[in-house]
């Protein structure tokens, strides 16, 4: 499993880290703190295929610069501009509370950490954080969905959970085309991009980014 | 006869070094924050002066007022003595000891807010309800954390289980270790010990009615209890029972005194949370423990 670059950290060490970040994210009770925690999550997933690869490979170091980028760099800067753009307060409004969301969290870390010894893994993959970290972080992601109001923490929980499916993915980074990998994080940005002009449109009929506004029907 | 001397030096040490960490702390604010500050044997001063004063005791108040910060200023003691000191071990040491620390410091608590409830002041009651209600969390960190080096080291004895543990899990700990210390001694995330408005108090306001020697007792039992927590983490992230007993020694004051620093920078640089965002900063405390916990495990039971 240890690369080319895996002698200095393990990519153990960096999963942990990004599990780390899921709980941090569960338990921000601002915006801007938020889309932080985010888009470092980003990043750390979009280093780790260097970690993952045999040898020095074009393909994989494309796919790692674009996934710093997009995440770390024009995702979080499209909600940023949309949070300004529709001025609103910075305060995560959550449905299920800090405490119970983290809590939930921790939960759901535990069990994808056990949950994995059940599962028929590859032998190369069965000491590796890799599968339970995409679980965990794909909890969160649906946790994040759920359990808070605003627009915008709402796309913070989806972008988690993509994250979560990006990790699933590194397992078969090295089959996996390059194609794939763009037009994946190609969609990301552009559902984001979307989203931005929705909680713009939201804004301005409802005076708010309460989703919950949508669910009521009105003349 | 060395017996004899080796218990009366563990007494010194736990009877004249606490007073100096609150003095350490405040000289690291003032210092911060560009002031001179007061002494740092500022503690020992006041120790002395108030040992002289009377004691003021409220109508309504039974002997119990008195009896509480004895108490628990004798179950702190007890607990201090029972923890190792680096290289020269424990004094006295069986297995299971790590539990009577547990619920001699839980005896202390108790003790201080029985005593705090006996002055019929309703502050001292709001004081003494967020005493305990964050030390249920706090408490659980500190069980959990214990446990972990439980595992670590296969063993339920304070004298061997204080020991490192290898890689990521040290660090989840210490961090664990760190908010929980700061939880149990009312430092500034949770409380603020220079604060004088009753409805924000938590520890101080506990002990508002306290004078002369009673108060003499809490002052020094709560630094006593800091040093206790100091000396509790430092030896479970450094290797402090592993070298010779000099560098040891020298060893655990540096982290002693690093702790008192970090403790310090964090009362400088951060301001206390609101009521309702306290649960949360140790729930975080409880996971750390919690997820060092199953590190010491996965490790345990995967390889070594």
Redesign the interface.
């Known amino acids: 499993m240890a690369g080319w670059f895996g002698g200095i950290v393990n990519l153990n060490v960096l999963i942990g880290l990004a599990m780390g970040l899921n709980l941090v994210a569960l338990g921000s009770s601002r915006l801007p703190m938020l889309i932080r925690t985010m888009s470092a999550q980003g990043v750390l997933l979009g280093v780790m295929p260097i970690w993952l690869a045999s040898e020095f490979d074009w393909h994989v170091a494309l796919v790692a610069l674009a996934t710093v980028l997009g995440k770390g760099l024009v995702i979080p800067g499209l909600l940023r501009r949309a949070m300004r753009a529709v001025s609103i307060e910075r305060e995560v409004e959550p449905i299920v509370g800090f405490e119970l969301s983290l809590l939930l969290g921790a939960g759901a870390t535990i069990g994808a950490v056990a949950a994995t010894r059940w599962l028929p893994l590859l032998p190369e993959h069965s000491g590796s954080l890799l599968v339970p970290g995409a679980m965990a972080t794909v909890a969160t992601g649906f946790i994040l969905l759920v359990g808070r109001v605003k627009a915008i923490s709402q796309v913070c929980g989806y972008l988690i959970l993509e994250n979560g499916i990006y990790l699933f993915g590194l397992l078969l980074i090295t089959s996996t085309p390059l194609l794939v990998e763009a037009g994946v994080l190609l969609d990301v940005t552009v559902g984001v991009f979307v989203i931005g002009i929705i909680v713009d449109r939201i804004q301005r009929t409802f005076d708010s980014l309460d989703t919950r506004n949508l669910t009521a029907l009105r003349e | 006869m060395n017996d004899v001397l080796d218990f009366v030096s563990r007494l010194v040490w736990w009877l004249l070094l606490p007073p100096l960490l609150p003095g350490l702390i405040n000289k690291v604010k003032a210092w911060v924050a560009g002031r001179r500050g007061p002494p740092v044997l500022q503690l020992y001063y006041d120790l002395a002066r108030l040992w002289q004063k009377r004691v003021v005791q409220s109508h309504v108040a039974s002997p119990a007022f008195l009896a509480g910060p004895a108490v628990a200023w004798t179950a702190v003691l007890v607990a201090a003595m029972l923890m190792p000191l680096g290289p020269v071990g424990t004094a006295l040491s069986f297995r299971g000891d790590v539990v009577l620390v547990l619920y001699l410091l839980a005896l202390a608590r108790f003790a201080l807010v029985w005593s705090a409830m006996e002055t019929g002041s309703s502050f001292e009651g709001m004081g003494s309800a967020r005493e305990v209600s964050f030390s249920v969390l706090a408490e659980a960190a500190l069980i959990a954390a214990m446990l972990t080096l439980s595992v670590q080291t296969r063993s339920v004895s304070l004298a061997t289980m204080l020991a490192p543990l290898p890689g990521?899990g040290a660090v989840l700990l210490a961090a664990g270790l760190f908010t929980v210390l700061l939880a149990e001694n009312c430092r500034v995330p949770f409380d603020d010990p220079n604060t004088h408005l009753e409805l924000t108090m938590i520890h101080e306001v506990m002990v508002l009615d306290h004078s002369g020697p009673p108060l003499a007792v809490i002052l020094h039992g709560a630094a006593l209890k800091l040093l206790l927590f100091s000396v509790l983490l430092t030896e479970s992230v450094l290797p402090v029972g592993a070298i010779a007993p000099l560098g040891g020694m020298i060893l655990l004051l540096a982290g002693v005194f690093t702790i008192t620093l970090g403790v310090g920078l964090v009362e400088s640089l951060m301001a206390r949370f609101a009521f309702r965002?306290v649960?949360?900063l140790l729930?975080?405390a409880v996971?750390l423990c919690?997820?060092a916990l199953?590190v010491a495990w996965?490790g345990g039971s995967?390889g070594s």
Request: hydrophobic content about 65%.
């Open positions: 990521a965002r649960p949360l729930l975080t996971l919690v997820f199953l996965q995967v």
